[in-house]
């Protein structure tokens, strides 16, 4: 079985690698084809990636290409990983939503809106491509903003293409953890957007656990969203919401604190990736011993502004292992082996959730088969939080309306309607300042 992974040079590919490494079993990816526009940065993962393979016989052999449809030819799985604008066009994002005075971060605010504008159109071209060279190929995207790529994609590709996050994941094992639950046996109830949810209840054999954690202010306390949110605002809201929900909950204080911070999260990781890259291609040094070295500081200083707004400390050593690559294998492997899963995934909505149109893309638990993935029924939201994800998927549609049509109009409007920026004034100058910063924006007429 072939896995393409585009965005093969990406820093967190040989997690990916490490996962299929403990795959045994008929049917497990045999052939990894890694794809990127960096020759440096493909020869830099391949070593390590040669590394972890050492010694493990019948690992999946692994080949490098800069040329996207050779390397989509053939594929039974695409996973997207790539980063259009790279960290520097992260670093970017985050620079000019902060002169204005608003969130830059990632997926989140305008930094989402002006990741989202530039790689919407890479990824449309991508998913075309993959419906022509690969039609029966299924893609895994983790592509960031998850939520609105994924939607932009399965206009071409319809339920093929789905979307994975490792935050769902960590939030419902920490859950488990900390009521003494296996989490391999817990039903996460979460709901929402990609980076926009909630938990609103774990249930183990049958029962639900979650309001005990909620009524113990100590238990609640004792774990990352419990002191990155408070215990009081999490009884408030009877749910526990994913971390990324800090930014719109606690935005100001968030803002303030990466205004005044040394350096941006963008701007960290582009200086630290770019350190890695070049002791990675030293041929006198172990690639894969500089990798974990690099993956275990970007893991302890993950939205470290905002656990130290919080007074939440540092992250626990169980929450350092990533999770995504988990999601991935797990997700291959149900659909490859109609092995029957149960995964928190980024599908269209079909009628989960009413508040929202069918082709919308939402983050749910789904039964995954080898028909791919299937959302469940779940409860609607309480008002609170399905304004806020209307309000939000109103500004996706408004990105995915100005990555076809090149308006520049829309592009404003997307950003006057996010709930983080709240100024059309604002909007504007967003656009000049990001229109000025990315050659991947010229669209934008």
Sequence with gaps: MKLTILGGGGFRVPLVYGALLTDRADGRVTEVVLQDLDDRRLYAVTRVLAEQAAGIPDAPTVTATTDLDEALHGADFVFSAIRVGGLAGRADDERVALEQGVLGQETVGAGGI??????????????????????????????????????AMSRHLGDRVIGICDSPVGLGRRIARVLGADPGEAFVDYVGLNHLGWVRGLRVAGRDELPRLLADPVLLGSFEEGRLFGTD????????????LHYYYFNREAVRAYQEAEKTRGAFLREQQALFYEEACRTDVSALDVWDRT??????????????????GEREADDLSGGYEKVALALMRAIARDERATLILNVRNRSTLAALDADAVIEVPCLVDANGAHPFAVDPLPGHASGLVCAVKAVEREVLSAAGSGSRAAAVKAFALHPLVDSVNVARRLLEGYTSVHPGLAYLA
């Design 114 to 151: 002006a990741y989202g504008l530039r790689t919407v159109p890479v990824a449309v071209d991508i998913a075309r491509r993959v419906a022509r060279l690969a039609p029966d190929a299924w893609v895994i995207n983790f592509t960031n903003p998850a939520g609105l790529v994924t939607e």
């Design 233 to 244: 605002w999490l009884q408030s809201l009877g749910a526990i919401p994913n971390e990324y």
């Design 295 to 312: 993956r275990a500081e970007r893991e302890a200083t993950y939205m470290a502004e905002n656990r130290e707004t919080a007074g939440a």
